[in-house]
């Protein structure tokens, strides 16, 4: 009952955290911005601002499909958020350019971040199959083996968070000094971004408790053979 208890909330977690932002995007998304500015023009504005020119805004496809490639140097922005002018819009792009600000910057955690992306997807592909091995076989070594590749993924999510964190904190800045946002619109621009940063804490907080509880079924296991 108890490992039932635990697989439920290990699942309901990252879906309410999902459900939240998903909510609170549709609810700003109808809030339309005083500055008239679509989340192209936000993006652009603030990268000229902070000399970025070098940075393209694309448009992409898919539902907050959002993101910045530090490889090619281009913010992305949803068809929704590109072409929009809310509320919601405008802190997701803010928050793209955040991290393109991070790259220009030499930001050590998303430099850290970056390192450790060959050795998470790595991982995240074999770490379970050892550790499926290790648990079926009761070979402890490799239960051992799995564990340490599955924290290093862990890890990857633990360093997510400081990265999050701080494009949304730049994100708001930039915007409030560029008098892209009054004050109200401050408030529901916060809300979306703590909303989306909810997903990344609910997720490393569900990969932290699945890693502790396998680091218990090895220590378990060694004092077995003991």
């Excluded at 109808?30 to 393209?56: C, P, Y």
């Excluded at 220009?104 to 850290?112: E, K, T």
């Excluded at 968070?161 to 560029?178: C, D, G, H, M, Y």
Aim: proline content about 2%; overall charge neutral; cysteine-free.
């Amino acid at each position: 009952m108890g490992y039932l208890l635990y697989f439920l909330i290990l699942m309901i977690v990252p879906l309410l955290a999902q459900l939240k932002v998903k909510s609170t995007f549709k609810k700003y998304s109808q809030v339309g911005s005083t500055s008239g500015l679509t989340g192209a023009e936000v993006a652009r504005k603030i990268l000229n601002d902070n000399g970025l020119f070098n940075v393209a805004v694309e448009e992409t496809r898919g539902y907050l499909s959002d993101h910045y490639d530090p490889r090619t140097k281009v913010v992305r922005l949803s068809s929704e958020n590109y072409h929009g002018y809310s509320v919601a819009g405008t802190a997701v792009a803010a928050h793209e350019v955040g991290h393109a600000i991070q790259d220009a910057n030499d930001y050590s955690f998303l430099r850290f971040r970056h390192s450790l992306v060959p050795v998470a997807n790595f991982s995240s592909n074999f770490s379970w199959i050892f550790i499926f091995i290790g648990m079926i076989s009761g070979i402890s070594g490799a239960l051992l083996l799995g564990i340490l590749l599955l924290a290093a993924g862990v890890l990857f999510q633990v360093i997510t968070l400081p990265v999050e964190f701080n494009a949304s904190s730049r994100a708001l800045k930039q915007i409030t000094t560029l008098g892209i946002i009054n004050s109200n619109e401050h408030v529901y621009a916060k809300r979306v971004l703590d909303a989306a940063a909810l997903t990344y804490v609910a997720a490393a907080a569900v990969a932290v408790a699945e890693l502790l509880r396998l680091v218990l079924i090895y220590t378990g296991m060694q004092r077995s053979d003991d």
